[in-house]
């Protein structure tokens, strides 16, 4: 008898760890897609250039999946789901757990580097949100922020592999004299929250591994923390859902959910120039606008990024339109156009790891997303700090009156280039400025009405740090430009 109930509690315990499956289904254009979410699909990855679409489907309904699919396959079981041996440790992936003792093993080996995980607010279920600041000594006043983030969709884990990496990455370069980490920690603060879902991370850890949305199970079964953001939130109902029971349910209203709650208000506090939000999975590099196919007043700038960032890894950039389908209440919609604050360069890098928790008893695999994401993290530290050129939002029109080039190259080592095109302007004066405000230089020449290179010759007396390039005319017209000066020859 005892033999059977425990045969019996194994039967039960494994249907409930399997409960659902990724399935890939083919022959999926863009419309479709959109009538999939309409249905309530859980839509885990699209790849319309290829076609196909991948679904979470209950197992119960697999059988009836060829009423609807002419064309699908089931996917790894690990794929979709963390195996009961990996259950509680997340396998090669890190747990909840495994993750604030990285951190705190982290801050406690560079005291001089990174400083100790700071708890910025709690979740749902009360646990802790954290994060951790990084930065050298060396350098004062000003160092630009750089953000980082990960698992806000709790299922999501290679993306926090990838966090991992890099700030070890910066760590262990920095203290054997790699130039671009030690470029980047001493001009630049970088920033992570690691965990931005922990209710979620922690539920799917003895669970079956699919909870993506938040612990707020309130009137569904937990609000999705990217459709939750108060940037176009509820914009539509293609890009977010209005059914709690929906993979994309965006909560009552904007913000209502503590943990985008607390990521608005860390964000605001840092002012961050540029932002990196991981997720998983496919091969993309997303930017703004997510909530419609349409370019922002920068796609010039995401796009060269973009295109500078996957060139080191194949991924896709682009915008979600594009790539995926819309999506609105997100995280980098409202970084760039939903604050206060000048615009956030904020990218969502989805990882190309295979399905959400494929890698989880290959550490062969997750060395290979962060060896392909770690350039993307490098480039965009090394090249964010040195720009200046977010323009206002739609709505707001700036007249070309008085415009300043990028500054090439950038980090100047030797000697700054850049362009002034002042057509109609009197009276033009150009200044460099450095972060406390005090004048390091006085371009003095004549400018005329076309374009003006201009050429500095950065001197011994200028030391190394970021500087701003500012050109003003006598109607009060402003243009300016950010940039950095480094010593040292060899990035
Ligand atoms: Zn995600």
């Not at 009836?64 to 699919?69: A, C, I, P």
Request: hydrophobic letters at 35%.
């Amino acid at each position: 008898m005892k033999v059977l109930i425990v045969f019996i509690s194994i039967i039960i315990f494994a249907s409930a760890v399997s409960a659902d499956r990724l399935v890939r289904v083919r022959d999926i254009t863009a419309g479709a897609v959109q009538q999939l979410l309409a249905d309530g699909y859980d839509v885990a990855n699209v790849d319309i250039r290829l076609g196909y679409a991948d679904l979470m489907i209950p197992e119960r309904e697999i059988d009836q999946l060829s009423l609807r699919f002419a064309d699908y396959e089931l996917l790894p079981r690990e794929w979709g789901e963390l195996l009961p041996v990996n259950a509680k440790n997340a396998g090669e992936y890190y747990s909840p757990e495994e993750n604030w003792l990285f951190w705190c093993e982290l801050a406690a080996s560079y005291t001089d580097l990174v400083d100790t995980p700071v708890t910025i607010g709690q979740s749902y279920q009360s646990r802790d949100i954290y994060m951790i600041k990084m930065t050298s000594p060396v350098g004062s006043g000003y160092k630009p922020p750089i953000y980082f983030s990960s698992l806000i969709h709790a299922r999501e884990p290679g993306g926090n592999s990838v966090l991992i990496d890099f700030a070890m990455w910066l760590t262990s370069n920095y203290d054997e004299g790699d130039t671009r980490a030690a470029w980047i920690l001493d001009n630049t603060t970088v920033y992570f929250v690691p965990v931005a879902n922990p209710d979620g991370y922690e539920y799917n850890m003895p669970g079956s591994g699919m909870q993506r949305k938040n612990m707020n199970w309130t009137d569904g079964n937990g609000v999705d923390l990217n459709r939750n953001w108060g940037y176009m939130w509820n914009y539509d109902d293609t890009g977010s859902s209005g059914n709690p029971y929906d993979e994309t349910y965006r909560g009552t209203e904007a913000f209502s959910e503590p943990e985008t709650q607390i990521q608005r208000d860390f964000i605001t506090a840092i002012q961050p120039i540029a932002a990196m939000n991981y997720h998983t999975y496919g091969g993309w590099l997303i930017y703004p606008w997510g909530y419609i196919n349409s370019p922002t007043p920068d796609q010039s700038t995401f796009e060269a990024w973009g295109a500078a960032m996957t060139s080191y890894n194949d991924y896709v950039p682009g915008r979600a339109g594009q790539l995926l389908y819309p999506v609105n209440g997100e995280q980098c919609d409202w970084c760039y156009g939903g604050n206060d604050m000048q615009g956030i360069f904020a990218f969502t890098p989805e990882v190309d790891d295979n399905g959400f928790w494929g890698s989880q008893n290959d550490p062969s695999e997750i060395e290979r997303i962060c060896d392909e994401c770690r350039p993307m993290n490098i480039w965009l530290c090394m090249t964010a700090p040195g720009f200046v050129g977010i323009e206002e939002d739609e709505g707001v029109s700036i007249e070309p009156i008085l415009s300043l080039s990028a500054v090439y190259p950038n980090p100047v080592v030797s000697s700054a280039v850049f362009t002034l095109t002042a057509p109609g302007s009197t009276g033009v004066k150009v200044t460099v400025y450095d972060t406390s405000g005090r004048v390091v230089y006085n371009v003095s020449e004549e400018f005329l009405s076309g374009d003006n290179t201009v050429i500095w010759n950065i001197t011994d007396d200028v030391a190394a740090g970021v500087y701003i390039l500012r050109a003003t005319d006598s109607n009060g017209f402003a243009a300016s430009r950010r940039f950095t000066v480094l010593k040292q020859a060899g990035i």
